[in-house]
C-alpha cells in the first residue's frame, strides 16, 4: 500500500468517523476519534512507548506538508493534545484535511511496519462494520 492509498484509507476512515460522530459528540473531530479508536489496539501491540514514537513520528511527517499541526502535541500516554484546537484556528475543511494527513502517515507508517495484511486487519477489527480490505482499493483504482 503506498501513500495515496495510506490517504485513501484515511479518508475513509475519518469519511466513516464524521458520518457516525453527528449522533454522538459533535465537538470531537473525526480525526481525533479515528485517532482514539486506533490508539487503544496500537498500544496493546507496541507498548505506550513504542505507539508515543510511532505517532510523534506521523506528526512529524505531517507537519511537513500540513504546518498548522504544529500547535499538536504527543503527550507522555501517547495521547493526542491540540487536534481538537486546531478547528477554531483554521477553517473546518483545512482541519479536516490536516488530521486527514495525519492519520495517513499514521496509517502509511504502520503499512511500513507491520504490514498491509495485519494494518488492514487492525482497521477491521476497529471498524468491525466497515469493509477495508485490499480488494476495495482495487476496484477503486480502476473506477
Known sequence: MSFPESRHLAQRLLTYEAVGGKNSEPAESAAFRVYAKLRRPL???AGVAGFRSLLSRALTLARAEA?????????????????????PQIDKERARNEGAIL?????????TFIGKGLTLRLVQEVWPEAAFDSHVFEKERKA
Not at 67 to 87: C, F, I, K, R, Y
Open 43 to 45: 498500544i496493546t501491540l
Open 67 to 87: 504546518p498548522n499541526l504544529g500547535v499538536v502535541q504527543v503527550a507522555a500516554d501517547g495521547s493526542l493534545q491540540g487536534l481538537d484546537e486546531l478547528e
Open 103 to 111: 492519520i495517513a502517515q499514521l496509517l502509511g507508517l504502520l503499512l
